[in-house]
């Protein structure tokens, strides 16, 4: 793909320079937008030639009964192989000469040279000291982070060490200048002090690395973040711009080291390994979630309940969310794409089963993501950004938000626009397919993606074929379709844009046309431009860095930011995060192709963009995404997840299995809501938020009375007699439709009903 000022990119743009010489003595070339430091040993010493080492010869072994023969033999070899010697020196190229060293950066006048020489230096000096500070013996640090707490004696020492550093780091840095001066190498100095002037943010790791001291302080972090790696960014630029031919050279040789088949398929394989790595962590995690009974009716009863039905079809029918007109589901959601994985969900059906397509299926999102980046970027570049995409914190929470069908999406939307990039037009028009019956709001974004190909004329024919399906799609289902299904709340979202005493999504699109201003004046608050920086800092800002990428965030503006009634789409820990990430990271991508094609240090400012990109990856990663296992440090949905599973969790889930074991399959129920996912197995399941809805069976735990009608409803079936309790298992219990009702008054006294 290519933007209006990216004309480079047209067409395939896989560069030629990527395939390997079949002359296995000639070097191998760099291509433009290689890994990070490949470019700086471009042009570094020659391979040592086979020649070189001809005086190395092996004797063969003699032959006891004439050794003086074949000594005189020898001395005569001896002589041919010096002539010979020396014609194959007389033949040698002469030696690749040095790589020639960096421009200076600055004037090279003395007392400039000086200057800047002790100001490094001294900064390098007090960022180690720091440093040291922050990591030796370093329980305190948390609480100076937060609260400044430090004893006045300590601070005192860390004020007199950090002097010391800072005044022993200039006079190194000046008594290296003066005898190196006197040599005439003083260029050389500064060359390394440059090269070297990342260091300065040393005390950053000890400091942004500290997950006690942020734990939950987003909105403390998140502007650090942003300071740091635009800094961070600017410091590596100007290492880059300075690396000294020392470095170079040892980077090369490093880099010789490597085998063919690890720079050839490393990438690729450590992708579809971390892709699988994340799918099984996430997996695992999931069901220990789910099996800790944390999991609930909404929403993963709902899309349990659906699929179930599915397989005796049942579509698109849900008695959780609609007990009374399961088939006015379609006026919420239109999820046909969930029957896609009826031949999995039918081996074991089960929630369970969801949560594993889930896992798989976000993490295997990362390979099209990555074979889509390394038409653009080089291979170990791409690598980087997808292991970047894999670590994305809001997609950890959207991962852990239940099962939702926005998160799957994201696997089918880089898929079409890989295939659409590598003119697989079949697989793209399969893929495109497949992501609109995801569900009913996926279409916008695909239409985002086919305008930008048809605008930029990077694939003008495929982006109108795409936008034109996505888009009739769109507004044939969203306004005709589930509007005839019936009404539902989710237009109320909107309430605030509704106009002129009009409601529902048309009121909504009249304010947006006749009142932008006043739209305008609704997105730009402080929650939702928290919620941006949520989703970008991450990456660093790449997709603002070109305004033609801009185009990636009208799928998630349209989605969540013009919601004004409700909550969940504008928190950074639900599914709705995966209305932005696929179109951010694609833009990410191109972002680094633009920057790289800058005509001022193009390839140097792409590779800083890079450090700064994976460097604030990792640090909101480490502090606010799941990987760490950090108990109460990473939210998914609407909680603090708890990555441990003790006996007592264990035991409690073992009593729920062993007390609605006899409840006939094909019996009617209503569960409450943590319990309700464990059954929901079954055509016929109600949520207590809502009542029983005459359902034969009612299973009910004394923790899950709070939500909505629960309580009320279940005391009303008590006292009127309806229900008479069965069995009765910690803080669990089961009700029968017209059973003995000699224990209801004890149950509604013990769970103060």
């Known amino acids: 793909m290519a933007g209006p000022e990216d ?309 698109l029918k849900s008695p959780v969310a609609f007990p009374d007109d399961p088939g006015k589901y379609l006026a919420a959601h239109a999820k046909f794409g969930l029957y896609l994985f009826l031949p999995i969900y039918a081996l074991v059906p089960r929630p369970e089963t969801l949560l594993v397509i889930q896992s798989v299926l976000i993490g295997g999102s990362a390979v099209p993501l990555f074979l889509f980046a390394r038409r653009h970027l080089a291979e170990w570049s791409a690598a980087a950004l997808t292991l970047a995409y894999l670590a994305y914190y809001p997609m950890h929470g959207a991962t852990f938000s239940e099962f939702q069908n926005v998160p799957i999406a994201a696997f089918f939307v880089f898929s079409v626009v890989w295939a659409a990039d590598a003119k697989r037009w079949v697989l793209m028009g399969i893929f495109a397919v497949m992501a609109c019956l995801m569900r009913e709001d996926v279409p916008v974004g695909l239409s985002v993606i086919g305008v930008f190909l048809l605008a930029s004329g990077y694939r003008p024919t495929a982006g109108l074929v795409l936008a034109a399906f996505s888009t009739s799609y769109f507004l044939l289902l969203r306004f005709y379709v589930m509007e005839e299904a019936g009404d539902w709340w989710f237009p109320t979202m909107y309430k605030e844009f509704w106009a002129d005493g009009e409601r529902g999504f048309r009121s909504v699109i009249k304010t947006l046309l006749t009142n932008p201003l006043f739209v305008l004046s609704k997105l730009a608050i402080e929650k939702k431009l928290i919620y941006l920086a949520h989703l970008l800092t991450p990456l660093a800002f790449l997709p603002l860095r070109r305004w033609y990428l801009w185009l990636s965030l009208i799928p998630g503006a349209l989605l969540t930011l013009l919601v004004t009634n409700y909550d969940p789409p504008i928190q950074f820990s639900f599914h709705y995060t995966m209305h932005w990430a696929p179109y951010l990271f694609m833009a990410a991508v191109l972002a680094l192709v633009a920057i790289g094609k800058s005509p001022d240090l193009g390839p140097q400012r792409r590779r800083a963009a890079l450090f700064a990109f994976c460097g604030a990856s990792a640090v909101l990663s480490f502090n606010f995404g799941a990987f760490a296992m950090r108990e109460g440090g990473f939210k998914g949905g609407f909680h603090k997840v708890e990555f441990t599973y003790t006996q007592a969790e264990a035991d409690r889930y073992q009593r729920l299995i062993e007390l609605v074991k006899d409840i006939p399959q094909d019996a009617t129920l209503a569960a409450t809501e943590k319990v309700g996912p464990h059954l929901s197995s079954r055509r016929i399941l109600h949520t207590m938020r809502t009542g029983p809805h005459g359902a034969e069976w009612i299973v009910a735990s004394s923790r899950e009375l709070k939500l909505s009608k629960t309580k009320p409803s279940l005391r009303a079936v008590l006292e009127k007699k309806q229900y008479g309790v069965v069995k009765r298992s910690g803080d669990f219990a089961i009700f029968k439709r017209g059973y003995s009702t000699d224990g209801n008054e004890k149950l509604i006294k013990d769970w103060s009903l």
């Open 7 to 315: 004309e480079g990119t047209q067409g395939d743009s896989k560069d030629s320079s990527r395939g390997t010489s079949k002359d296995p003595a000639a070097p191998e070339p760099a291509p433009s937008d290689a890994p990070a430091l490949a470019p700086l040993v471009a042009s570094g010493a020659g391979a040592e030639s086979p020649a070189a080492n001809s005086d190395l010869v092996t004797p063969d072994p003699l032959d006891d009964s004439g050794e003086d023969d074949a000594d005189d033999e020898e001395d005569e070899e001896d002589e041919d192989e010096d002539e010979d010697d020396r014609a194959s020196e007389a033949e040698l190229p002469p030696p690749t000469p040095a790589a020639p060293e960096p421009e200076p950066l600055f004037d090279q006048h003395p007392w400039a040279v000086t200057a800047r020489v002790a100001l490094v230096s001294a900064l390098l000096g007090v960022a180690l000291s720091a440093w040291l500070q922050l990591s030796i013996k370093s329980s305190w640090v948390p609480d100076f982070l937060i609260s400044n707490v430090r004893g006045l004696a300590e601070r005192k020492l860390m004020m007199v060490l950090l002097g010391a550093g800072l005044v022993a780091g200039g006079l190194v840095g000046l008594g290296l200048l003066t005898w190196l001066r006197k040599r005439g190498r003083e260029a050389e100095l500064e060359r390394w002090l440059w090269f070297l002037v990342p260091g300065v943010l040393l005390p950053c790791l000890p400091v942004l690395f500290r997950a006690k001291a942020w734990q939950g302080r987003y909105e403390a972090l998140l502007p650090i973040v942003i300071l740091m790696s635009l800094l961070f960014e600017a410091l590596v630029l100007l290492s880059l711009r300075s690396v000294p031919s020392q470095a170079r050279e040892f980077w090369k040789q490093t880099l010789q080291q490597v085998p063919a088949v690890v720079k050839q398929r490393g990438p690729l394989v450590l992708v579809v390994a971390s892709a699988l790595g994340y799918a099984a962590f996430f997996t695992f995690f999931l069901l220990r979630w789910h099996y800790k009974l944390r999991t609930g009716n909404f929403d993963l009863s709902i899309n349990n309940n659906l699929m179930f039905g599915g397989l005796h079809g049942d579509f």
